[in-house]
């Protein structure tokens, strides 16, 4: 997949625009669909996205992600994709909707098709929709695919509502909405090593601060280090129990692995949660608590 930053004449495209954060289940099938119609016509695919979101430049603040560009953009290229524009926002923001799409995409892409979620709005003000490039097919010369909302349980997928449920601690229905397990990646780093000294020695990583919050507390996990995976569990949180601390971080409890990984980086995947963090009144209870975690996911892991 080839990527560039900023528009340029690749013509004849298969475009799917939005932003694409968690690429989950609804925004696979809009991208797939411009993949689908790429094939079916002997064109190249294409994804329109942006490096940051849109909700940064209309609220002036920063907003967390699902997934890091990085991530983004290696699930995009899993989907089929030729080429994929990586746009600064800003940049297009002020721009009035019908010029965008001729001065802009017409111009340099010449696109045969374009694809977009139900609620896709673009150029200043948001004044561009679904309806607005239905109503410049003919004069623009391709064919605008609009798809519907994608459910599950009756509930509209999105990344919104991924990031509610992360909120809450919900991982199982995250997951599901996702098409895939919701993870962060990050170095490992020294803790205080009290896990050590109670018998459950552990990785730690501390929380992307860009990344969409999850609720603290205790997780059944996958653990990615280099081409291997393994299963464990993580604690989220402060560490009430040890630490006056307000900086959360992720340890790990890596099942079957005793290597030092320090300053390396891990993938930790968040499978299902085992129950909320607790301060406990003493180290020893603390332990007891965390024999019952291991060995109940222990026992789901095998299964």
Do not use: C
């Not at 909120?167 to 996702?178: H, V």
């Not at 990050?186 to 730690?204: D, E, L, P, S």
Request: cysteine-free.
């Amino acid at each position: 997949m080839e990527i560039h930053t900023e528009f340029r004449e690749i013509k004849n495209l298969a475009a799917a625009s939005g932003f694409f954060d968690g690429v989950h289940l609804a925004h696979q099938k809009v991208i797939s669909k411009a993949v689908e119609f790429s094939k079916e016509n002997d064109l190249k695919s294409a994804v329109i996205t942006f490096k940051s979101s849109p909700a940064e430049y209309f609220n002036n603040t920063a907003s967390k992600t699902i997934l890091t560009l990085e991530d983004r953009l290696k699930f995009i290229e899993e989907l089929g994709v030729d080429y994929t524009f990586i746009i600064d926002f800003k940049e297009i923001a002020n721009i009035e909707a019908y010029d965008y799409i001729k001065n802009i995409i017409v111009k340099n892409l010449l696109p045969k098709a374009i694809v977009t979620g139900f609620n896709h709005s673009f150029g200043f003000n948001k004044s561009g929709s679904g309806l607005l490039l239905k109503n410049l097919e003919n004069e623009f010369g391709f064919k605008y695919f609009e798809i519907l909302p994608e459910t599950l349980d009756e509930e509209v997928i999105s990344s919104t509502a991924i990031k509610k449920y992360l909120s809450e601690g919900n991982i199982t229905k995250a997951n599901k909405m996702l098409g895939k397990r919701f993870f962060v990646k990050n170095k490992v780093i020294k803790g205080q090593q009290i896990g050590r000294t109670i018998g459950f020695k552990t990785a730690n990583i501390l929380y992307p601060e860009t990344i969409a919050d999850v609720k603290n507390g205790v997780y059944g996990a996958n653990i990615i280090y280099g081409k291997e995976k393994f299963r464990g569990i993580l604690n989220l949180g402060v560490k009430p129990t040890v630490t006056n601390s307000n900086k959360r971080l992720l340890e790990v409890n890596i099942f079957n692995f005793d290597k030092d990984i320090y300053g390396e980086d891990i993938v930790v995947e968040f499978e299902q949660k085992i129950r909320d963090e607790k301060k406990f009144s003493s180290i020893d209870e603390l332990k007891i608590q965390i024999e019952k975690d291991v060995n109940y996911w222990r026992e789901r892991s095998n299964a």
